[in-house]
T-cell receptor, first 114, second 112 residues
């Protein structure tokens, strides 16, 4: 049982490049989400999904796309990277979009856009 | 989501209890209080949550006041490995907006 797995752990991009951050969970969780964390800040929600085929925007969705074709995977796409997207990205999952469940987080992807 | 207020930092001696406070005066009746922590550069880790009653697990205890406007996370015997940022979060249970709203949390430093 690996939990929530994020790849890559580190990435450097040039401005304007695109890339996909991968997130996979093996706990059959319905709810998955992406957060970003900037220095000295708490986590901010980018996008989330309450099940396969269903996604929605969080607090800071601009510049990011997501899709959820399977229960296990929830990739985050940067369409045209900008220096403002330099951050640490965390993926999380939980059993269901209910109020009495805990979220499990991956170990993060550290992205630098130059 | 109800807003939470936490002190930015606290210190604790190793082996002593660490008591981390959180104010959530606008919490509504069906909202839970969750605590997570983030050890440097790692993903957040769930600690404990509660609605009204005090809760205890292998990691910590959660004390919620009777009016539910504040709570305290207690680490009974803090170790150096407990040095982390601790987040108090009120979970929105309404509609489809299920998300965790992280503030800046409390940086707990456990000293030898």
């Amino acid at each position: 049982n690996a939990g929530v797995t994020q790849t890559p752990k580190f990435q450097v991009l040039k401005t304007g490049q695109s890339m996909t951050l991968q997130c996979a969970q093996d706990m059959n969780h319905e709810y998955m989400s992406w957060y970003r964390q900037d220095p000295g800040m708490g986590l901010r929600l980018i996008h989330y999904s309450v099940g396969a085929g269903i996604t929605d925007q969080g607090e800071v969705p601009n510049g990011y796309n997501v899709s959820r074709s399977t229960t296990e995977d929830f990739p985050l796409r940067l369409l045209s990277a900008a220096p403002s997207q330099t951050s640490v990205y965390f993926c999380a999952s939980s059993y269901s979009p209910g109020r009495d469940t805990e979220a499990f987080f991956g170990q993060g992807t550290r992205l630098t856009v130059v | 989501d109800a807003k939470t207020t936490q002190p930015p930092s606290m210190d604790c001696a190793e082996g002593r209890a660490a008591n981390l406070p959180c104010n959530h005066s606008t919490i509504s009746g069906n909202e839970y209080v969750y605590w997570y922590r983030q050890i440097h550069s790692q993903g957040p880790q769930y600690i404990i949550h509660g609605l009204k009653n005090n809760e205890t697990n292998e990691m910590a205890s959660l004390i919620i006041t009777e009016d539910r406007k504040s709570s305290t996370l207690i680490l009974p015997h803090a170790t150096l490995r407990d040095t982390a940022v601790y987040y108090c979060i009120v979970r929105n249970s309404g509609g489809s907006n299920y998300k965790l709203t992280f503030g800046k949390g409390t940086l707990l430093t456990v000293n030898p």
